[in-house]
């Protein structure tokens, strides 16, 4: 596959950059067809699971360095308000990954474990994700890591524009060979189980380190989705010494998943500038959504909030992208911007003209980072899932905490925290938010699945300790229950079997400790 070309001013018109920013060859090189000799850009879109907004250093993080992260943003840009579309991990990849408000087309809830997942579940095929309008246009397309959007064969990677797929479909997995979350959640190549024997982390930057090295030649896009720092906490013994003078195991545990995660991403880049592919590579990374700090000690600091919130902390994420010759470096981007936009932005710099039959929510980018165009991404973004919505307009945001909760208003530009409520001062600016609101809700669709709750999981717990009784005593032993994790945090009376009783007061603890909404 050769990379195709494109139309000089064309270029430039989606790119939204003008003839003096863009360093250009000699007129006479252009040639009597005005072909432009600049081959189509990679496309490498980087994603964090459960990365809160202060966990990286560029953001204030001070314990744990993220040197390659950082680097992204010292060579390009950071947005300092970039927004998910949800604060729960598949929503916010459905959003990403088709450039419309996911509640436009129904997925407004995690689906929970696949064996209680609704029928239901999955990208809807009336929609078109950015590897299928990237293919499209020649692009060899790979997916290396979690989907979580859709278990059925038709919602798989390679079914919605991957050519290449390296990965699991669920929502969580384990870092460490485990039969048990193998049997669960099995790691793929395409359709095909394998046995990967790699700290899970690493698996994923080697293979995405492969693709882009097959595929030097080609335009590519690589789409490395990253299940860490989600839980389950755990790590090599390689990366838990770097820091062995935190105290805390659950801190100095995510301390190495990060570690572990920011050189997986370094190894990636490295690859990139080995091949001299830089200056035509964009490159943007962003997490799913906020951190979930009392579960893995994760910061969105100074927000207020956590993973499955719709206060800052749920949705508001790190953020940044890089494009070497084409994006100034070391640029801080204030104005709201959203996950929503990776789409129109990656297809732009394709040269793809972005056609309002999408009817997309997103906007390009690249006009805003050139200069092009002074003005805000957004004025207004909405966020709803469940009983929970809130909408940002300028600098004012309203939130809706609940059911139960009265609206509440906050002024971002003086109160990045969300601690002092202006819905009494300011009732006509509420008025105003909440107007803005009713007039997008009005438009979405309703969900069309809910998350099935823990109760329904512990209901079905009987049946599946009884499938794994191989022995029929009416209690696990090691041999029926090989996770080690899992059973040293079960049997809680240490005897070295797990009977019932134990097995819900363990799932009825974690159903307690999860964020709201969690896979």
Known sequence: MHRQLLDRRQFLALTGYGAAAVVLPPRSVWGQTEADLRPRPNILLILADDLGYGDVGVQGCADIPTPHIDSIAANGVRFTDGYATCPVCAPSRAGLMTGRYQQRFGFEHNPGPEEHTDPDFGLPLTETSLAERLKQVGYVTGLFGKWHLGFK???????RGFNEFFGFLGGTNSYLPSPLYRKRSPILRCAE????????????????????????????????????????LQATEQYLSRFAHIQDEKRRTYAAMSAAMDDAVGRVLTKVRELKLEENTLVMLLSDNG?????????????????????????????MAQWKGRIPRGKVLHAPTSSLDIL??????????VSPHWKLDGVNLLPYLSGRNPGKPHNTLYWRMGDKHAVRHGDWKLVVDGAQSKPSLYNLAEDIGEKSDRAAQKPRKLKRLTDLYNAWDAQMEKPRWVRQGAETRISNLEDRFQQSDRDGDGRLSHLELPNDELFKQMDANGDGFVDLREARAYYRKRAEEAPAGDD
């Open 153 to 159: 064969p038709e919602f798989a990677p390679q079914q």
């Open 344 to 353: 129109p932005t990656a297809v732009a710099a394709a040269g793809v003209p």
């Open 193 to 232: 189980p394998v046995d990967e024997s790699e700290y899970l982390t690493d698996a994923f930057a080697r293979e995405t380190v492969a693709f882009i090295d097959r595929h030097r030649n080609d335009p590519w896009f690589a789409y490395l989705t990253f299940n860490a720092v989600h839980t389950p």
């Open 291 to 319: 951190g979930p700090t009392r579960q893995t000690t994760s910061s969105n600091a100074p927000l207020r909030g956590y993973k499955g919130d719709v206060w800052e902390g749920g949705v508001r994420v790190p953020f």
